[in-house]
């Protein structure tokens, strides 16, 4: 492998590319980033329950396209996609990472109920049983409960931020009894420091524990 090791970031929507660049930036700034973007990924999976075969396979040829670009590893930073994440890795000689299965490792280090702030509805079946797959990995017991900020999503699509971070603690402060409070998406990890604010437990978010099992996959 290279020194400075090629990674592809998938995206799904626009609004992930910031965090996750943000987080490389700090905590492994000579990772050579690239970004791959199918925003119809999400309006696609906004229209069916499940994720059909179909919408998988075309996820799928997304990630064996940043493989051929010459990807040392790639992460996928929509949390929609978890089956089709998981195909490709078992697929390709490189590291294909899920977005969220690190933070839910590292949750479950300090606690067992947890709370989970989400933005996009259709990402919560997989997160569930991915988190679920987590505990039963580190045998441990755990509850999550995950909780949709109504309009925050729309928000940020449109550009306002802000009102997307205050959606999101506002929520986060009506939450009571929970161990830790887990921010769903990697678009989501915009309202941690507000978050962070709102409640008295720790806060989670993707990206940085993303970086540092990538980044733990390639052996640096």
Known sequence: MRPD????LLHATPVAIEPVVR?????????RLSNLLDDGLTIARAQSEELTPALAQRFVDL????????????????????????????????????????M???????????AMLATFAPAL??????????AARLGVEATLDTFVVADAMTRLRAGDADAHNELVALEAAKLEGYDAV??????????????????????FAAPESAVRRLRSRLGL
């Open 5 to 8: 090791p090629s990674i592809v």
């Open 23 to 31: 987080a490389f930036a700090s905590m492994w700034p000579e990772a």
């Open 63 to 102: 990630v064996c396209y940043a493989h051929a670009t010459g990807a040392d590893a790639i992460l996928a930073t929509c949390s929609a996609f978890g089956p089709a994440i998981e195909a490709a890795d078992r697929a390709l000689p490189v590291p294909v990472c899920k977005p969220n299965d690190a």
């Open 104 to 114: 839910f490792q590292d949750a479950l280090a300090c606690g067992r109920r947890f």
């Open 125 to 134: 079946p997989t997160m569930q049983a991915e988190f679920a797959e987590e």
């Open 182 to 203: 887990l921010l769903a998406h990697f678009s989501t990890s915009r309202a941690l420091e507000r978050v962070s604010a709102a409640v008295r437990v720790p806060v």
